[in-house]
């Protein structure tokens, strides 16, 4: 299996932000979007990941994300936090996405989760924002204020859908540069076949190459954002991990 880095671009009607335990925080200097998604682009990236962060379908992202979308040469994941059901899938798809994950607020209804697995197949993946308690991991709301459910009885389902891939990400250690959770990666990926995209507390080269270690244990790929952004890891040092 090949590893991936995916540079992230989070959008919040119209402004970059990044996700601090999942509550949007404004990018101070790099606040134009098409020059971020241009510039990772020109250091090498082969994919971007891209997040309309906002958990209501607002017509200004959708038509934000489709223009840097189409302005770039490269495949662009994105995750539009408000889909939940097949008119906000159908105009997140439209988009022309390369790929497209489901997040929280798809996951309330597993059901439909998995009928639109198997009509869209590769493209579509799914996020899950997993919250560490005592009980065992869970999956929260987007915001991160509520609960979704128990993530392995969830990724099982999602597994059993044939889910193309999981993005993982410990809410508490989202923007957080504080280094990733690397027991619930490993654990996540000893309990299911799908391929994992790590995310959360990246802060340096180390910490990439911790994720990319764990290829042979079914990590595909990591979601690296904040870092990008203060200096602490290049965009070319990320990409290294993955050549």
Not at 88 to 94: F, G, M, V
Not at 138 to 149: L, N, P, Q
Not at 184 to 196: G, H, K, N, Q, S
Request: hydrophobic fraction near 45%.
């Amino acid at each position: 299996m090949s590893f991936t880095v995916f540079p992230s671009l989070h959008l919040d009607r119209g402004q970059v932000v990044h996700l601090v335990e999942d509550q949007p925080v404004p990018e101070a200097v790099q606040t134009d979007a098409f020059e971020v998604a241009l510039r990772f682009q020109g250091e090498g990236a082969r994919w971007l990941h891209l997040v309309a962060v906002s958990a209501q379908p607002h017509d200004a992202d959708f038509d934000l994300a489709e223009r840097i979308i189409s302005t770039l040469d490269i495949d662009v994941q994105a995750l539009f936090c408000s889909v939940a059901d097949q008119d906000t899938l159908h105009r997140a798809l439209s988009t022309h996405c390369a790929r497209l994950n489901l997040g929280s607020a798809a996951l309330t209804d597993l059901d439909w989760c998995a009928e639109a697995i198997a009509e869209h197949g590769e493209r579509l993946g799914v996020s899950t924002l997993v919250r560490p308690t005592p009980q065992g991991p869970r999956v929260a709301t987007d915001g991160g204020e509520g609960d979704v459910g128990d993530l392995w009885e969830i990724i099982e389902r999602l597994e059993h859908a044939d889910c193309a891939r999981l993005l993982v990400t410990d809410i508490g250690k989202e923007g957080s540069l504080a280094g990733p959770n690397l027991p619930l990666i490993e654990e996540v990926c000893a309990r299911t076949v799908v391929p994992v995209l790590a995310a959360g507390g990246i802060r340096h080269l180390n910490d990439l190459r911790n994720i990319a270690a764990l290829v042979p244990q079914g990590v595909a790929g990591a979601v690296v954002g904040r870092a990008l952004y203060t200096g602490g890891l290049s965009l070319a040092e990320a990409l290294s991990v993955a050549a």
